[in-house]
């Protein structure tokens, strides 16, 4: 039985990028809690495979194949909902470009994705949540990157960091209705995102980033999803428009 605060049994949370890495520890993490979960992503595979962790734990989870920049798609999903407690928005994406390299093209996809996608989950549920008189919280994932910059992070990090703008207003605008909003900014975590280039050089990168944290180690989605959780339930009640760094202490990675 989870702690009272950290209890979730009866509400109600919708996961974006529910089908890998972050987004996929976060929903199973808040099953565990006791909340029933929707599963949002594009990858109806992934999708299948996070629900059936969370069914095999006791849990409750729905799955819904969805582009997270498809507004009308995000909205019936979320409006299927029975009730609306928690949104995680966690989709995203990846690019790296200089900025002398950096085409319009690539600045769409990844503002579309990892901004505009954020934006639309975080309308949809205030609306449902502001019309339902459900004090919810909403938890979006920023990036240590805004913190930074860095070499080739122009697309990434100025979605991330609008995904910040994003959350620091929402928070002033829906406060009053007893809504909370905050984000989440990881450091270096282990998942297929960071994990898509050849052995010797992911494992250089992870030798090289574990160096640079106190904790002496890169992160675990897990770790993300513990983050999520907090933010998500009654034991950080009086915590809105705030950027929760879950980062092993890294300050300044370049
Ligand atoms: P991942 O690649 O393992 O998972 C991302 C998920 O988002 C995938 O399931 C993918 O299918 C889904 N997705 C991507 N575009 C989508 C779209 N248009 N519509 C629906 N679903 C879509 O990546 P990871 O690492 O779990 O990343 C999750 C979030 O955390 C991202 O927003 C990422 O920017 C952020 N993040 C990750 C860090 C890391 O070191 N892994 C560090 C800081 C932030």
């Keep these: 039985m989870p702690l009272k605060a950290y209890d979730l049994t009866g509400r109600t949370a919708f996961v974006t990028g529910a089908a890998s890495g972050i987004g996929r520890a976060s929903a199973v993490l808040l099953a565990e809690a006791g909340a029933t979960v929707h599963c949002a992503d594009r990858d109806a595979q992934g999708l299948h495979e996070t629900a059936t962790l969370i069914k095999g734990q006791g849990g409750t ?14 909205r019936q999903a979320v409006r299927s909902c029975e009730r609306l407690d928690v949104m995680a928005a966690v989709a995203g994406i990846m690019h790296s470009s200089t900025v002398l390299e ?16 954020v934006l639309y989950a975080c309308q949809e549920a205030a609306l449902a949540m502001i019309e339902s008189g459900t004090r919810g919280s909403i938890v979006t994932m920023a990036s240590g990157a805004v913190d930074t910059g860095g070499p080739g992070l122009l697309c990434y990090g100025a979605a991330k960091a609008a995904v910040v703008q994003l959350t620091k207003t929402l928070a002033t605008e829906i406060g009053p209705h007893g809504i909370r909003v905050n984000a989440v900014a990881p450091g270096w975590i282990r998942t297929p995102m960071t994990d898509r280039r050849d052995g010797k050089a992911q494992a250089h990168t992870e030798a090289f980033m574990a160096r640079l944290a106190p904790l002496g180690r890169v992160g675990e989605p897990e770790d993300i999803a513990q983050a999520v959780l907090h933010l998500a339930c009654d034991a950080s009640a009086f915590t809105t428009g705030q950027i929760l760094r879950p980062n092993g202490g890294v300050a300044m990675p370049w």
């Design 102 to 117: 950096t085409r319009d093209e690539d600045l769409d996809r990844v503002l579309n994705i990892n901004f505009k996608g």
């Design 61 to 74: 989870a729905h799955t819904h194949q969805l582009d997270v920049t498809d507004r009308e798609r995000l």
